[in-house]
């Protein structure tokens, strides 16, 4: 059954990241080809075979723009200009969580003057994500 | 704990504005309900009404998206003094602060006009004019 996502939630700690419109979390295998002439691991000739090898992702949060969300947005300003790692909970249903460190390669504030201050962050995953 | 729409928080909040505000009551004679303009009231003056509504919602935090369109009813021959009014209501409204009896405002944008000839004995002056809210709950 689908779920609504509204219960979903972006933590750094135990404090969610206010704000936040929309977020993702498109996990990406890499592979490597391993189709050899003849077939291979018994697949028909004329057909590709892979390997699964490495496993990341990149992500983007998108919102409104709170620079006094102090420990959400503003920690995410200041850890992208420190060139800070930070500990991500993400969590689709409010209940299951996954856990990941992340480099803030995006910051992105964008403001229009017929409408409110945005903003977007791209997160890309640094190691493993830990899922509960 | 703040309402949860903001239709019944803007219309107050642009009332006290409006009233307030002694250039603009210098000209207009009031500022009522639609459906509350007494009878007999001497032109020109402003009603409330006609509000649309729709979410902004964050993650925790739900948001609202509303128009509020505000109307100047006139009976002089022209729109000389619509104009006036709404030059006064947008230096009031437009891009200014509005404070809600709970929500966090966003902001206030100026969204639309039009002046028209209401029909019949075409001697009334009308002008809608209406304006966009962002606010959240707090």
């Known amino acids: ?132 | 704990m703040s309402n949860q729409t903001s239709l019944v928080e803007l219309q107050p909040a642009i009332f006290v504005k409006l009233t307030a505000d002694s250039a603009l009551m210098a000209i207009a004679t009031g500022v009522f309900d639609f459906g509350a303009v007494p009878v007999n009231q001497p032109f020109p003056y402003i009603t409330l009404g006609d509000d649309t509504e729709g979410p902004m919602n964050a993650f925790g935090t739900r948001g609202y998206d509303a128009t509020v369109t505000l109307h100047i009813w006139d009976n002089t021959p022209n729109f000389k003094r619509c104009k006036t009014i709404l030059a006064h209501m947008n230096r009031l409204l437009d891009q200014q602060v509005l404070t809600l009896a709970t929500q966090h405002h966003v902001g206030t944008w100026y969204d639309f006009s039009r002046t028209m000839n209401d029909p019949g004995l075409d001697t009334i002056r009308h002008m809608p004019v209406r304006y966009r809210f962002e606010t959240q709950e707090q």
Not at chain 1, 13 to 23: F, P, R, V
Not at chain 1, 34 to 40: H, I, N, P
Not at chain 1, 84 to 90: P, S
């Open chain 1, 1 to 132: 059954m689908a779920i609504a996502a509204y219960p979903a939630t972006l933590k750094i700690g135990a404090n969610s990241i206010l704000d936040i419109q929309t977020h993702d979390l498109p996990f990406k295998m890499d592979t490597a080809e391993t189709t050899a002439f003849s077939g291979s691991g018994g697949a028909p000739i004329g057909t590709k075979t892979f390997i699964p090898t490495l496993l990341g992702m990149q992500c983007k949060i998108a919102g409104n723009w709170n620079k006094a969300d102090t420990n959400g947005q503003a920690v995410l300003e200041t850890n992208f200009f420190a060139r800070t790692k930070t500990t991500l909970i993400y969590s689709p249903n409010g209940t299951n969580t996954y856990t990941f460190g992340a480099w803030i390669t995006d910051y992105n504030i964008k403001t229009d003057v017929k409408s409110k201050a945005d903003v977007d962050f791209v997160l890309l995953m640094d190691g493993n994500c830990t899922l509960a």
